[in-house]
C-alpha cells in the first residue's frame, strides 16, 4: 500500500451535504415579559424590577439586547430591550441569569426600573400613567388597512405575554380599568389584554399576542390595523387618583 492510500484511508468522511437544523416548533418562540413598580403619591420616579425569558426566535433576535452586544439593525427593535420605550433614566443594565446554548436557547434576564411615570394633571391630584411605554409587541408602527391589496406576513409564530404590576403607596381609585381591556383578533393571530385591580392600591395589566399563523391576507386588514394598534399601545393610559379618607 502506498503512502499515499495510507493518507486517504485516514482522512475522515465527507461533511454532510445538508444539516439537519433543530426545528423551529412555533410553540417555543416564547417571549414573557414582568415588569413591576412601585409607584409613590408624590411625582417622583417608580421604582421597581423587570424580569424576561427569551425562547426560540425571541432568543435568536433579541437576546444580544440583554447581553451588552449589538442587534442586528434590520430586526424589529422591540424584539430587544423590553424597557427601551422606557427612555428617561431606566437602568438597563440586564443581569443574565441564565443562557442555554441548545435549542430553544432559553434566555431569563433581570434589572431593576427607575422611571417618572406618574404624571398630576389637575387640582384634585388625579393623575395618568402612559402604559404604551411598557409595550413591546413587535408590530409595525404606521399600518394601514385603507388601500391594502396585499397580505401581510408576521415574521412567525409567536406567544409574545407581558405582565405588568403597579403597586400605589396609597389607596387610589381608577377611572378607567373597565375601557382598558382589549380582546380583538384576525384569522391568524389574537391579542388580549386584561386590565384587573384586586386592590385600592394594585393594578395587573397582562397583554398576550399569539400568532399562529403568519399570513393575513387583504380582506382582514381592518381587524388588523386595530391588532396592531391594541398591541403598540395606542392611547393605552391609566387614570386615577387618591380615595378620599373616610371621616
Known amino acids: 500500500i502506498s503512502s499515499v492510500e495510507l493518507l486517504i484511508g485516514n482522512l475522515p468522511p465527507p461533511p454532510p451535504l445538508f444539516l439537519e437544523l433543530p426545528s423551529d416548533a412555533k410553540e417555543s418562540n416564547v417571549r414573557v415579559s414582568e415588569i413591576r413598580l412601585d409607584i409613590p403619591s408624590k411625582p417622583t420616579k417608580a421604582m421597581g424590577s423587570a424580569r424576561v425569558l427569551l425562547s426560540g426566535q425571541f432568543s435568536t433576535l433579541g437576546r444580544s439586547a440583554y447581553r451588552d452586544l449589538k442587534m442586528d439593525p434590520t430586526v424589529h427593535p422591540f424584539y430587544g430591550d423590553v424597557l427601551q ?32 411615570i406618574l404624571e398630576y394633571t389637575t387640582l384634585d391630584s388625579s393623575w395618568t400613567i402612559t402604559l404604551s411605554e411598557m409595550s413591546t409587541h413587535a408590530v409595525p408602527t404606521n399600518f394601514a388597512a385603507t388601500g391594502r391589496d396585499l397580505p401581510f406576513y408576521w415574521d412567525f409564530e409567536q406567544d409574545d405575554r407581558s405582565i405588568i404590576d403597579l403597586h400605589f403607596d396609597r389607596s387610589m381609585e381608577f377611572l378607567n380599568i373597565a375601557e382598558l381591556n382589549v380582546s380583538v383578533s384576525t384569522p391568524n393571530a389574537t391579542l388580549v389584554r386584561t386590565v384587573v385591580s384586586d386592590s385600592p392600591a394594585h393594578v395587573r395589566i397582562e397583554s398576550l399576542l399569539k400568532v399562529t399563523g403568519v399570513r393575513e391576507l387583504p380582506e382582514d386588514a381592518q381587524a388588523l390595523e386595530q391588532l396592531i394598534r391594541s398591541a403598540h399601545g395606542d392611547g393605552f393610559v391609566l387614570r386615577g387618583k387618591p380615595m378620599r379618607a373616610e371621616p
Open 85 to 116: 420605550r422606557l427612555s428617561y433614566e431606566t437602568n438597563s443594565d440586564w443581569h443574565v441569569r441564565s443562557l442555554s446554548k441548545e435549542a430553544p436557547f432559553r434566555l431569563m434576564a433581570e434589572t431593576t426600573v427607575a422611571s417618572p
